[in-house]
């Protein structure tokens, strides 16, 4: 049968077409890209623009049956696997009041010193508002950026459009929403709100954090799981979408919960690394784990028998993204011009390639030179949206290639701080899943096997991972696929690597510099940031 997936990112909504058969592994038919704006605003705030998002979600399904052939009554069911933890307010009819507000917001500074951090303190915050949230939800809303502050700020600085909200929504159940006309949330997107009960017999949103933190239950939407048909596609939507009337529409559920998924990480132990626009370290737990010093917490899944304990890096691939335009920009000119003559995204990845093989030679250690990735702040291990990336140890020989590996391993060093924290409350397990566009290249692997010395294992189209495991979620909504522990066996490993026992001796040694580089410049970095 067929169905369609839609990864919705940071920058960009890709929807693939995939064939799903019982006991064969989810079959990749197409897949079409379209772009959209991310606002970077002054004050910290990072917006998109909703009416966007579906713009390229009904401009990519044309794309996609008309590249096919696949006739829109074959379409067995749509949906989702999305960017989290964004707020998007809209009023009855599913208009938003306002520009979405990012995962990557970090504005709400104040609504988080009165929500949680006044009074007796631990950690920084409030010690019965910490320890309630931590006994309802196994979590709490340490950051600037989790969605209730976010909440709050349109609260307190835009009072007319926050009169207006009728429902709080996330990325992809605002897309669910446009489709089917239904306001809903999945059990994922509800808990990342951190408003929700998550004790045995309460799952749902919790009147007491509500009323505790300022949120209108009205607000927040009926909740359901991943795999649940949220409705039919209305007649308004399929005109604009080119599908039929009455499609069901599963409800899907957020990168971090879909991208393990599709990568076959769905087992007790499981691990996987992921590294796109952001990044993260994930390992599946039979219970609730969380470090509140570390920002390390267990998130309810997909899968009503597991939590994903999980650790997130703000700007992973994007480190990647901003380096071969700025330090690499010659190279690249050079290539464009002379190599290829190809579409946006092949060219694209080819560049990587590229850059990859203007690298290839240089040393574990990038011959002296080390990179910090947090080019917009940083979650976890440590919580500062001051920190910013810097590049250490510079000398007259620095070339641009020693640059770029020291990006690639800032990257991968992250990834290791945030296992090493991760390994005091479950053991990761000892070979690792790699999902995302940083598992295309074989080099940024390699790498990453020698900081983490473990072995990698690179799934099939590493890219695709998310809208795979979206595709999952109709499979078992329609029964198609028997259950969430099935879809490992659906799922191929393309190439593994093998850690490099002298190169991991050094990266060993130079992990310690890495760390010391925050811990030596925590306060430089917020003198800097609040010039």
């Not at 899944?301 to 335009?325: I, M, R």
């Not at 096997?449 to 979620?473: D, F, H, R, S, Y």
Request: aromatic letters at 8%.
């Amino acid at each position: 049968m067929y169905v369609i997936a839609y990864d919705v990112g940071t920058t960009g909504l890709k929807s693939c077409l995939f064939e799903i058969s019982k006991g064969s592994p989810i079959k990749l038919i197409a897949g079409e890209m379209g772009e959209y704006d991310l606002y970077i605003l002054e004050n910290g705030g990072v917006e998109q623009d909703p009416a966007q998002w579906w713009e390229a979600m009904c401009l990519t399904t044309h794309a996609i049956l008309e590249k096919t052939g696949v006739a829109p009554e074959e379409i067995r069911g749509i949906s989702f696997c999305a960017q989290m933890q964004a707020v998007v307010l809209v009023d009855e009819e599913c208009n938003p009041v306002m520009n979405a507000m990012s995962y990557m917001d970090n504005r709400s500074v104040e609504q988080m010193k009165k929500g949680i951090q006044g009074g007796i303190k631990v950690e920084g915050m409030n010690v019965a508002k910490l320890l309630r949230s931590l006994q309802l939800t196994g979590a709490v809303s340490a950051s600037v950026k989790d969605p209730v502050w976010k909440y709050r700020w349109v609260a307190d600085n835009d009072p007319a459009a926050f009169a207006r909200v009728y429902k709080w929504l996330d990325v992809k159940d605002f897309l669910v929403a446009k489709a089917c006309g239904e306001f809903a949330m999945s059990r994922d997107s509800a808990f990342a709100t951190l408003l929700y009960d998550t004790r045995e017999g309460k799952q749902g949103f919790s009147r007491e954090l509500c009323d505790m933190f300022d949120v209108n239950m009205d607000h927040l939407p009926q909740i359901v799981l991943s795999t649940d048909r949220v409705g039919g596609i209305t007649g308004k939507a399929a005109a604009q979408l080119g599908l039929c009337e009455g499609t069901p529409v599963f409800s899907g559920g957020g990168d971090a919960s879909l991208i393990g998924v599709g990568a076959g990480a769905v087992r007790l132990g499981d691990t996987h690394v992921y590294i796109g626009t952001s990044g993260w370290v994930t390992t599946v737990t039979p219970k609730q784990k969380l470090d509140v010093g570390s920002m390390i917490a267990s998130s309810v899944g997909v899968d009503p028998d597991s939590f994903n304990c999980f650790a997130e890096l703000e700007t992973a691939g994007k480190c990647f993204e901003w380096a071969k335009k700025h330090i690499m920009m010659d190279d690249i000119e050079l290539f464009s011009e002379t190599k290829y003559n190809v579409d946006i995204e092949t060219k694209q990845l080819n560049a990587y390639e590229y850059i990859m093989r203007k690298v290839a030679d240089i040393p574990p250690g990038s011959n002296g030179v080390m990179f910090t990735p947090w080019i917009h702040g940083n979650r976890c291990p440590f919580e500062d949206p001051n920190a910013r990336g810097m590049f250490f140890g510079i000398g007259i020989e620095t070339t641009s290639a020693d640059m770029y590996h020291a990006v690639v391993e800032g990257v991968c060093f992250h990834l290791k701080w945030q296992m090493e924290a991760m390994s005091k409350l479950v053991k990761p397990s000892d070979a690792v899943r790699f999902a995302g566009g940083g598992a295309i290249q074989d080099q940024t692997c390699q790498i990453l096997a020698n900081v983490l010395n473990k072995k990698i294992e690179a799934v099939k189209q590493p890219q695709n991972t998310g809208a795979v495991g979206a595709a999952a979620m109709i499979g078992i909504g329609l029964g198609e696929i028997d259950s969430v522990a099935a879809i490992r066996d659906m799922v191929e490993v393309e190439r593994s690597f093998n850690p490099d026992p002298g190169a991991a001796k050094e990266y060993d040694r130079l992990f310690s510099v890495f760390k010391d580089l925050y811990k030596s410049n925590k306060q430089n970095f917020k003198t800097l940031h609040n010039l």
